[in-house]
């Protein structure tokens, strides 16, 4: 950061760390073990799209990634216009799932637009409720979301999941960084 950042209070961003994906498998077992909730085979990237001829370029690219894949991956758009990349796999395929995600997020680094990423989520149920674990690049952090109606979230059942994780994930201690993703594919 040079002197005039400084002094008009600019940042520069923090690269993610798109490697504490890898610690999410080991996190699932303690998960499944100690709450019941296991993984449904659903993960998806969240990014904001970028403007210009480069990233137009990337999304050619990744358009014609995902026909080629055979369905497995698909892509939509929310109501903030934020693009979600979506992978599915078998529920007992984590490792595979978090592989295939870890490789967007690097594809999308890689070419320059880390700084659009916002959060990977990967899907869970205990067989009625959903759970999202969030994986928020810029503060290289996770934390539990559970949705439990329109517009509503099951608190307790988030500090269940995090007492029950945070010996294996980096769980976010900022509780004003967990942010609803009502909607968010799979959940």
């Not at 970028?50 to 109501?79: C, I, N, P, W």
């Not at 979506?86 to 999308?108: M, Q, Y």
């Not at 999941?161 to 004003?176: F, G, M, Q, W």
């Amino acid at each position: 950061m040079g002197f005039l950042d400084a002094l008009l209070g600019r940042s520069t961003p923090v690269p993610p760390n798109l490697d504490q994906l890898f610690a999410l498998p080991a996190a699932a077992v303690t998960l499944q073990v100690g709450t019941r909730f296991h993984p449904t085979g659903t993960g998806a990237v969240c990014f904001k799209a970028a403007e210009g001829g480069g990233f137009a370029q990337l999304r050619e690219e990744v358009d014609g990634l995902l026909a080629l894949d055979g369905g497995k991956y698909s892509e939509q758009t929310d109501t903030y216009g934020f693009s979600w990349l979506i992978r599915r796999t078998a529920p007992d395929d984590l490792e595979g799932l978090v592989t295939d995600l870890h490789t967007v997020n690097s594809t999308l680094v890689d070419a320059g637009f880390g700084p659009t990423l916002l959060c990977t989520v990967i899907a869970f149920t205990d067989g009625t409720r959903p759970l999202g674990l969030v994986y928020l690049y810029k503060r290289g952090s996770w934390y539990p979301f559970a949705p439990a109606e329109a517009d509503r979230r099951d608190n307790s059942l988030e500090l269940q999941i995090t007492s029950a994780i945070e010996n294996d994930l980096r769980v976010e201690k900022d509780l004003t960084r967990w942010f609803p993703l009502y909607n968010a594919p799979g959940l």
